[in-house]
């Protein structure tokens, strides 16, 4: 079965940038016609949607985001990134990688704070 | 951006009871819908997509229906390990996506 493994600092300081990676196990990121994506999640609230980039690096963004965030992708190693640039507290989130809507990481936790 | 409205936000419920849940969308998208459901700490797990399809291992006592801009998740007999927040999600233009507010349901 298909993992996934999210990856980065637990905490960043406002102004700054977001980069977490997700690792790919157990399947190949170049196996199949999938987007792989980020969605993420603020303390006690809804999911969001952030990203999305195909194998052949073709990407899509949130509309509400895509002035400060890039996705790109590294198939040498089976991961994918994610740069949020220009931080603040809103950003505080659970992040989620994700393929499709079949397969999420666990989610990893990152607090904007000085 | 197509809005999606979860009701009601909160839904009490008796185990062994039946569950509805509804998604509005702001425009039509079709039958590109899903469900999740998140247990605290937990990632979102798919339910349904495409409105109506189980996805792998989900029970059958989950169903969805609908289409445009209605659309109902039935839990037909609630068993303790339902109670959850559930997540309304639209891709009509995929991989582009939105999801609802959420419905936790609790029980009653």
């Known amino acids: 079965q298909l993992q996934l493994q999210e990856s980065g600092p637990g905490l960043v300081k406002p102004s700054e940038t977001l980069s977490l990676t997700c690792t790919v196990s157990?399947?190949?990121?170049?196996?199949?016609?999938?987007?792989w994506g980020w969605i993420r999640q603020p303390p006690g609230k809804g999911l969001e949607y952030i990203a999305s980039?195909?194998?052949?690096?073709?990407?899509h963004y949130s509309p509400s985001l895509m002035s400060r965030v890039t996705i790109s992708i590294d198939t040498s190693k089976n991961q994918f990134s994610l740069n949020v640039y220009s931080v603040t507290a809103a950003d505080t989130a659970v992040y989620y990688c994700t393929r499709d809507n079949l397969y999420w990481g666990q989610g990893t936790l990152v607090t904007v704070s000085s | 951006e197509t809005v999606l409205t979860q009701s009601p936000a909160t839904l009490s419920v008796s185990p062994g009871e039946r569950a509805t849940l509804s998604c509005r969308a702001s425009q039509s998208v079709r039958t590109y819908l899903a469900w999740f459901q998140q247990k605290p700490g937990q990632a979102p797990r798919l339910l349904i997509h495409?409105?109506?399809i189980r996805a792998p291992g989900i029970a059958d006592r989950f169903s969805g229906s609908g289409s445009g801009t209605e659309f109902t998740l039935t839990i037909s007999s609630l068993q303790a390990e339902d109670f959850a927040v559930y997540y309304c999600?639209?891709?009509?233009?995929?991989?582009?996506?939105?999801f609802g507010q959420g419905t936790k349901v609790e029980i009653k």
């Open positions: 495409d409105t109506s």
């Open positions: 157990r399947g190949s990121i170049t196996v199949g016609a999938y987007y």
């Open positions: 980039i195909y194998q052949t690096g073709n990407s």
């Open positions: 999600e639209q891709y009509n233009y995929w991989p582009a996506r939105t």
